[in-house]
């Protein structure tokens, strides 16, 4: 059968100008306008504070993140950070809940020097096992001298005064004499130090060398 280009054209003509008349009504003026106000749904303010739709698939923490956006924008506040969490281990077990920490009161921790102080205290891979071997359990200097393969209790006391000092570590007698514990409520500030340094670790978002950065000191 042979084929009519001629109609084929005519009828393509057609159709392209039915399109053209659905068109018509969107403007370049009014496609702009649409495009802006999609724009801004997406980028809402409160105050300061960008709001971040999305950022988490369980609504009950969008709900939270929701919330400490629209009271740090309407307070002026820099930031505000709300924390939860559960540690159990052996037959101690703690729950936590921080809503809505103020993140200057934080920042204010290094200008005062407190930060520097507390890090200088626990800063040793010393200091750190220790605080780790007790984490996991309660344990006496023996203990700690056998599972931290340290030679002597002196090396282990010299370590674990400055913990007791800070009030870090103290020893729980209800546990039995010389067996030493973390302080219950230090728990949640060890577990969250942790979750925080894990953060500055994360390859998804930036990649650092801290062993050269330990050596340019």
């Known amino acids: 059968m042979q084929r009519d280009y001629d109609a084929e054209i005519d009828n393509l003509q057609k159709e392209l100008s039915k399109i053209k008349e659905l068109l018509q009504p969107i403007t370049p003026g009014l496609l702009q306008e649409h495009m802006k106000t999609s724009a801004n749904k997406s980028h809402k303010k409160v105050g300061h504070i960008e ?45 936590w809940i921080r809503n809505e920490v103020n993140t200057e009161n934080l920042l204010v921790l290094i200008e005062n020097r407190t930060a520097g102080k507390v890090l200088a205290c626990i800063g040793s891979n010393d200091r750190l096992n ?64 942790l979750a925080g340094i894990s953060d500055m670790l994360d390859p998804q978002y930036t990649q650092g060398n801290w062993e050269q950065s330990e050596q340019n000191e």
């Open 51 to 95: 709001k971040m739709p999305n950022m988490h698939p369980d609504p009950n923490i969008m709900n939270i993140l929701d919330r400490l956006e629209n009271n740090c924008g309407s307070k002026g506040e820099n930031g505000c950070i709300t924390y939860i969490g559960v540690f159990s281990s052996g037959d101690r077990h703690l729950t």
């Open 130 to 193: 220790i605080l780790l071997s007790i984490l996991k359990k309660p344990m006496t200097v023996a203990q700690l001298v056998e599972g931290c393969g340290y030679n002597s209790t002196g090396q282990v006391y010299h370590h674990l005064k400055p913990l007791v000092a800070a009030d870090l570590v103290i020893e729980d007698k209800n546990e039995g004499k010389g067996v030493y514990v973390i302080q219950p409520h230090r728990v949640q500030g060890i577990i969250m130090l």
